[in-house]
């Protein structure tokens, strides 16, 4: 079920052009209810979540708003992939954050309790970010500092400035010292994925379905090596670059796709919400058979979840890291 909820001050120019893309994104989803609101006063915009206007809020949620974005009755502007500003977020993001809506139910925190992946152009933080994605895509490891300081300086930002933003956000993890624990769907330290990027190293994921939305994101073949938690076992998964359906071996191999239902020692009691990192990076995957699967689930009553075939996995990798480097 999708909520949207268009929130705008009185007589905005750019409410009818949010509502006319939200209409041509929303084929497909029969059972959207579109409402909206009209926000006058400041109290009125922190109270419904408007952080200018036009704003729209799917599940109670705004896809759009950066980390520590303040609500207002100003003018808001979006940014085009291309970093043009606009009244009103282009259909295609639109139709990202949607469909991240109606998948995020499995796993929250994975997308970033439905907000997605994507980065805000605003502040560098997409370019910081994306600097950090390459840089693993091509070499399996981080960037110098050079790199993400000449990401951020047109925003004029340092990199160690939008990496914390950047961390406050989830869309990446840092440790005490300042390095990268965790740049999604990659892992710097050794996990049971391990992806073999076509032309490229080999690098590890975070957990399952972060292995099988490399593919998406960098438009190339990679093969999977995952561990089955418990036996040892392995699972072999081929994922094309060309957006076809993965192929694992065996056959009959299944993700798990759950998080911990009570907060683990690692997950400070402030931290709102969650890291994936700390809650369901680790509960998240490849098993050799659905029964395999279940008896693990069952073995861990701290984890809630549920059992996804590879393909379904699969589509839900895709949708949280398809977009991240375009």
């Known amino acids: 079920m999708l909520e949207l909820t268009v929130l705008s001050v009185p007589d905005c120019p750019n409410e009818p052009v949010l509502r006319d893309r939200l209409a041509q994104a929303l084929p497909g989803y029969p059972g959207a209810v579109v409402t909206g609101r009209v926000i006058e006063t400041q109290t009125d915009a922190a109270r419904y979540q408007m952080h200018g206007s036009p704003t729209l809020l799917i599940n109670g949620s705004d896809p759009f708003a950066s980390p520590g974005m303040a609500a207002s009755v100003s003018c808001r502007v979006y940014r085009d992939e291309t970093g043009r500003a606009d009244g009103a977020p282009p259909v295609t993001a639109l139709a990202d954050a ?11 925190a994975v997308g970033r309790a439905g907000r997605g992946r994507v980065a805000p152009v605003e502040g560098g933080l997409r370019a910081v ?4 994605l390459r840089a693993f895509a091509a070499t399996g490891r981080p960037p110098a500092p050079k790199v993400l300081d000449e990401a951020a300086a047109p925003f004029g930002a340092s990199g160690r400035e939008v990496m914390r933003s950047l961390h406050a956000g989830d869309f990446l993890r840092l440790d005490a010292s300042g390095t990268i624990s965790a740049a999604y769907p990659f892992s710097p330290t050794p996990t049971a994925h391990l992806v073999t990027i076509q032309d490229g190293p080999s690098v590890h ?10 593919a998406a994101m960098l438009g190339k073949d990679i093969t999977i090596t995952s561990t089955e938690p418990g036996t040892g076992l392995t699972v072999t998964i081929s994922v094309p670059g060309n957006g076809t359906a993965p192929r694992g071996q065996p056959d009959t191999a299944v993700v798990y796709y759950g998080q911990h239902t009570i907060r683990s020692p690692c997950c400070p009691p402030e931290q709102t919400p969650p890291a994936a990192a700390d809650t369901c990076c680790e509960t998240i995957n490849v098993f050799t058979t659905p029964a395999a699967a279940a008896t693990w689930a069952r073995d861990h009553p701290d984890v809630t979840g549920q059992i996804l075939s590879q393909q379904e996995a699969w589509r839900t990798g895709v949708t949280i890291f398809g977009p991240l480097l375009r």
């Not at 949607?98 to 929250?108: E, G, I, N, Q």
């Not at 970010?129 to 950090?132: D, S, Y």
């Open 129 to 132: 970010h994306q600097a950090v």
């Open 98 to 108: 949607l469909h991240l809506a109606v998948t995020s139910d499995l796993a929250p």
């Open 205 to 214: 994921a975070m957990c399952a379905v972060d292995a099988l939305g490399m």
